[in-house]
């Protein structure tokens, strides 16, 4: 794409994304076959895998959205969760599956999730396109995960670098460049 002069190289194509989305949507039809399903889609990173992972899921659903900030928009993770905007209906006694772009220092999830539970959902689970391959000290895993990506920070389909390329339809390693600039800047 034209506008992309951040990426070093693709690390996860077109094709790759919507073969894996097509499973997971799949997995969770199969897993919740019968029931009903609140889906939770955590903006704005979750678009447009919420959206296509929708189309795979053939249950009853409902749709609702949170807003959480843990990076304010920069390349390192703050252990900071805000909680920007929360949902609009009820999920007591509903299933939900939260669903997010990626997991990294697990810090989002992990504060979402207890917040679900106060809720008094029936059963939450996560759902993440993307799981980096970090040491956690948060010891949470999401029961469906698309793919193990390596400690590289990304950006396109949802993924941000300063609200920029969550356009990108493929996923790219962002060059080391800009993490040296960056890093340089808050010295
Ligand atoms: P966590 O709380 O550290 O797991 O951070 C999760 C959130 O940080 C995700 O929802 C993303 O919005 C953002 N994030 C984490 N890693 C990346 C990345 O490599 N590129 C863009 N955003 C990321
Ligand atoms: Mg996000």
Same mark, same amino acid.
């Given at each position: 794409? &034209?506008?992309?002069?951040?990426?070093?190289?693709?690390?996860?194509?077109? %094709?790759? #994304?919507?073969?894996?989305?097509?499973?997971? /949507?799949?997995?969770? @039809?199969?897993?919740?076959?019968?029931?009903?399903?609140?889906?939770?889609?955590?903006?704005?990173?979750?678009?447009?895998?919420? @959206? $296509?992972?929708?189309?795979?899921?053939?249950?009853? =659903?409902?749709? $609702? *959205?949170?807003?959480? @900030?843990? *990076?304010? /928009?920069? #390349?390192?993770?703050?252990?900071?969760?805000?909680?920007?905007?929360?949902? $609009?209906? @009820?999920?007591? /006694?509903?299933?939900? =599956?939260?669903?997010?772009? #990626? #997991?990294?220092? /697990?810090?989002?999830?992990?504060?979402?999730?207890?917040?679900?539970?106060?809720?008094?959902?029936?059963?939450?689970?996560?759902?993440?396109?993307?799981? &980096?391959?970090?040491?956690?000290?948060?010891?949470?895993?999401?029961?469906?995960?698309?793919? &193990?990506?390596?400690? %590289?920070?990304?950006?396109? *389909?949802?993924?941000? *670098?300063?609200?920029?390329?969550?356009?990108?339809?493929?996923?790219?390693?962002? &060059?080391?460049?800009?993490?040296?600039?960056? %890093?340089?800047?808050?010295?």
């Amino acid at each position: 794409m &034209k506008i992309d002069n951040i990426c070093k190289k693709v690390l996860v194509s077109e %094709e790759e #994304i919507q073969a894996t989305v097509k499973k997971i /949507g799949e997995q969770i @039809s199969k897993d919740y076959d019968g029931e009903e399903v609140t889906m939770i889609g955590l903006l704005n990173g979750c678009n447009p895998f919420f @959206s $296509d992972l929708l189309k795979h899921i053939d249950l009853l =659903i409902e749709v $609702d *959205y949170m807003r959480a @900030s843990s *990076y304010h /928009g920069s #390349i390192k993770s703050s252990n900071e969760v805000l909680i920007l905007k929360d949902l $609009d209906k @009820s999920i007591k /006694g509903k299933n939900v =599956i939260v669903v997010d772009d #990626i #997991i990294d220092t /697990g810090e989002t999830l992990k504060c979402i999730i207890e917040l679900l539970k106060l809720k008094g959902a029936k059963t939450i689970e996560a759902c993440v396109l993307l799981d &980096k391959d970090i040491k956690r000290n948060v010891a949470y895993k999401p029961k469906y995960i698309g793919l &193990k990506i390596p400690k %590289e920070f990304v950006v396109g *389909y949802g993924l941000d *670098y300063n609200e920029h390329y969550r356009n990108l339809p493929y996923i790219g390693a962002v &060059k080391d460049e800009v993490y040296t600039k960056e %890093e340089n800047n808050n010295e």
